[in-house]
C-alpha cells in the first residue's frame, strides 16, 4: 500500500486525483493545503489533512516522513515552491517526486510561445530535474471535464501532440505513476488527449 502526500491539494486536478486514488486503490492519502478548513475528510480511515503552506519547509518537512511519494498540484511562485519541496524531500530522504507543471514550458508545442507566463513552470522543471530526486514532470494540455480516459505522452525534446486532456486521464496517470515504481523517472512528460 502507498502512502502519498499531495501538495496543494485542494487544487482543481489535486481533487479529482484524491477521488480517483481513493475509488481505484488502497492508497492512504495526506492532503496538504493552505486554510485546511475548506476540506471536508473523504475518507478518515485512509485520508489524514495537514495544513500547510509549500513555501513554508519546516512544516514541509513534519508532513514528509513516511511517504513514499510526493505529488505537487501547485500554482503561483512554483519555483520557490519546487526549491523547498527539493529541500524537504532531501533532508526527509524522500526520493519520489511528481511534479504538475505545463505544456509550452520547453518551446514544444508547435505554433505556440508562451513566453513569460510559462516562467514558473519553467523555472520550477529546471530546479526538478537538477535534483538528485526520482522525479516525473507532467506537461498536461488544456483540462477539460469529459467524462474519458484516454492520453498520450511525449517525452521531452519531442513535439507536443494534440491541446487538451481530462482532468480524468491526468489522474489516471498521476496514480498508475504513483503504484508503479521506477516508470517514466526522470522524465519531463507532454500529456495530452492526441
Ligand atoms: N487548467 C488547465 O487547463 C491547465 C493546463 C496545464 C497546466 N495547468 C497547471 O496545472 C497545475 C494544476 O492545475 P489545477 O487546475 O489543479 O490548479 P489550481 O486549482 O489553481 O490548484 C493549485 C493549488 O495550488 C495551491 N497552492 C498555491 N501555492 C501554494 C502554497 N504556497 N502552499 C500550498 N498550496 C499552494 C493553491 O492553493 P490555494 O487554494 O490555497 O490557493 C491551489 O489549490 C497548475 O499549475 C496549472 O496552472 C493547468
Aim: no cysteine.
Amino acid at each position: 500500500m502507498v502512502n502519498v502526500l499531495i501538495l496543494g491539494a485542494n487544487g482543481q486536478l489535486a481533487r479529482n486525483t484524491t477521488r480517483w486514488f481513493l475509488q481505484k486503490t488502497d492508497a492512504r492519502l495526506t492532503l496538504f493545503l493552505r486554510r485546511a478548513s475548506r476540506l471536508g475528510n473523504p475518507d478518515p480511515e485512509r485520508v489524514r489533512i495537514v495544513e500547510g503552506d509549500v513555501l513554508d519547509v519546516a512544516t514541509l518537512e513534519k508532513a514528509m516522513p513516511g511517504h513514499d511519494v510526493v505529488y505537487a498540484n501547485l500554482a503561483g511562485p512554483m519555483k520557490q515552491q519546487a526549491e523547498r519541496i527539493i529541500e524537504a524531500m532531501h533532508a526527509t530522504g524522500l526520493k519520489r517526486l511528481i511534479f504538475v507543471s505545463s505544456m509550452g514550458i520547453y518551446g514544444e508545442v508547435p505554433g505556440e510561445r508562451y513566453r513569460s507566463v510559462l516562467d514558473p513552470y519553467r523555472d520550477s522543471a529546471a530546479a526538478i530535474e537538477a535534483a538528485d530526486l526520482d522525479y516525473t514532470i507532467l506537461r498536461p494540455g488544456w483540462f477539460t471535464s469529459d467524462d474519458e480516459v484516454a492520453y498520450q505522452l511525449t517525452q521531452k525534446g519531442q513535439p507536443f501532440k494534440g491541446h487538451d486532456v481530462s482532468l480524468n486521464s491526468l489522474s489516471e496517470l498521476i496514480v498508475k505513476l504513483a503504484l508503479t515504481p521506477g516508470w517514466e523517472s526522470r522524465r519531463s512528460l507532454g500529456v495530452s488527449r492526441g
